[in-house]
């Protein structure tokens, strides 16, 4: 059955219109989970605030697990789900630079999105600095595209890596994760700070 | 003034942005993103002022040859979803409100610059890794993508390792 669009159940239309009803999910959540704090965003690798590990992971998981469950029941068919090819070496160039615009700036994209749709004058700024920097990538693009498109590897699954089947993959996250959770919630005791008061923005 | 409602329970939240992304699978057959939205909008802005220019640069070409019209784009949609999202969840929470947030150690002016430089570099870095944080990392770890978990390892690798450097800025 799904997915709608792959299956023209839904027309090329219809499917832009849900991508408006996600979005209002996605920015909904986002928000009422305080993606639009800096802070609160910033304090992920400071320890003193670690909701950026949870919701991340937890969503990573419920979503991971979610679609192997559907592919079981024969209500999505995983082939036509669309998966990021790897570029190896610009996978890992951009991270890092993205990693460095993170701690700096505060903001991811979607999160500065969402920030600024709430009055965050920063977000708003961060979002003028993304608007300069993906110019500066297309003007550049003959700079870089040597690295943009070197190592290749096609989409390759983690799982096809390791050597294992997709569920077993999925449960060994899961697990990883509650470890990682364990480790949030003692980091958010440890490195707890007296000027910053979850809940207060 | 009447004090905000307090955040998600995040494991809950989690759950609830997970159900989201298993929407937009089952729909569109696709992920959430952010990144390419406004690369959307700056290409068709800037083929909209200087055709001549996009029509003679290779990006442009490459990207306009692939694309119907640049803004009848699924993460445009999605992120004009977002906004309003954004904007409904900090109504109904009472946190409509124009502010720079920022460490207790630094100015407003530094926060700002800060803001617009690391916005440059996430905006650059999500064009060479393909996808920012929601794309490429958390959309490509929930399909078990290899590239996802190395680009997200990469962001909150990075990001930690220059924590304690630029500590002034957040604590």
Redo the contacts between chains.
């Keep these: 059955m799904?997915?709608?669009?792959?299956n023209e159940i839904?027309s090329s239309n219809t499917?832009?219109?849900?991508?408006?009803?996600?979005?209002?999910?996605?920015?909904?959540?986002?928000?009422?989970?305080?993606f639009?704090?800096?802070?609160r965003l910033?304090?992920?690798?400071?320890g003193y605030d670690t909701?950026v590990l949870?919701?991340?992971?937890?969503?990573?998981?419920?979503?991971?697990i979610?679609?192997l469950f559907?592919s079981l029941f024969g209500?999505?068919d995983l082939s036509?789900?669309?998966?990021?090819?790897?570029?190896?070496w610009?996978?890992?160039?951009?991270?890092?630079?993205?990693?460095?615009?993170?701690?700096?700036?505060?903001?991811?994209?979607?999160?500065?999105?969402?920030?600024?749709?709430?009055?965050?004058?920063?977000?708003l700024?961060?979002?003028?600095?993304?608007?300069?920097?993906?110019?500066?990538?297309?003007?550049g693009?003959?700079l870089?595209?040597g690295?943009?498109k070197a190592k290749y590897?096609g989409?390759?699954?983690?799982?096809?890596?390791l050597n294992m089947s997709?569920g077993l993959?999925?449960f060994l996250?899961a697990i990883v994760a509650i470890g990682m959770?364990w480790v949030g919630e003692w980091a958010e005791k440890k490195f707890a700070?007296d000027?910053y008061e979850?809940?207060?923005? | 003034m009447k004090e905000a409602k307090k955040y998600m329970n995040p494991y809950l939240g989690g759950v609830l942005l997970g159900l989201v992304l298993i929407v937009a699978f089952w729909v569109s057959g696709r992920g959430l993103g952010a990144s390419g939205a406004p690369k959307a909008a700056l290409v068709a802005g800037i083929n909209a002022i200087a055709p001549s220019h996009t029509a003679n640069t290779a990006f442009y070409q490459e990207y306009l040859g692939g694309h119907a019209h640049p803004l009848k784009s699924w993460l445009v949609f999605e992120m004009l979803g977002v906004l309003v999202g954004g904007f409904l969840s900090g109504a109904v929470a009472g946190r409509l409100k124009f502010k720079v947030e920022k460490g207790p150690n630094v100015t407003s002016k530094v926060r700002i610059i800060f803001a617009v430089f690391g916005g440059i570099l996430f905006g650059f870095g999500s064009q060479l890794g393909r996808g920012c944080t929601s794309g490429s990392a958390l959309t490509g770890m929930a399909v078990l993508s290899a590239g996802g978990f190395i680009t997200m390892a990469a962001i909150f690798g990075t990001a930690f390792g220059m924590a304690y450097f630029v500590r002034k800025l957040w604590l």
């Design positions: 799904g997915p709608l669009i792959v839904i499917n832009l219109l849900i991508a408006f009803f996600i979005g209002i999910g996605f920015g909904f959540v986002l928000e009422a989970n305080g639009s704090s800096s802070r910033a304090g992920m690798f400071y909701t949870k919701v991340f992971f937890t969503a990573a998981i419920t979503a991971g979610g679609l559907l209500w999505i036509f789900i669309y998966i990021n090819p790897t570029f190896l610009s996978a890992i160039g951009g991270g890092v630079i993205m990693g460095a615009g993170f701690i700096l700036g505060g903001y991811c994209p979607g999160t500065s999105f969402c920030a600024a749709a709430i009055g965050k004058l920063d977000a700024a961060f979002i003028g600095g993304i608007l300069i920097g993906i110019v500066i990538f297309m003007e693009y003959p870089w595209e690295f943009f590897m989409s390759p699954l983690l799982s096809d890596w997709r993959l999925a996250i959770f700070r000027d979850i809940n207060q923005h």
